[in-house]
């Protein structure tokens, strides 16, 4: 669970207000925010993550 919690957090709520609605402070669109790379560290983390659900499932489901 440690090893994926920097990706949690990067994929947070926060974050996923920010794709969905931009910074209503600064009036900067989500598009504004966020360019290719951005979507590529996030769709990396998105996988590790699952990558690592996976995993603590089916050990759980060993150990179960």
């Known amino acids: 669970m440690e090893k994926i919690l920097p990706d949690l957090l990067a994929l947070g709520s926060a974050e996923h207000f920010l794709t969905d609605y931009g910074d209503e402070v600064s009036y900067k ?28 499932y089916q050990a759980w489901e060993n150990n179960g």
Do not use: M
């Open 29 to 56: 669109l989500p598009w504004d925010i966020f360019d290719k790379s951005a979507a590529a560290s996030a769709l990396k983390a998105a996988r590790r993550s699952l990558d690592s659900a996976r995993a603590i």
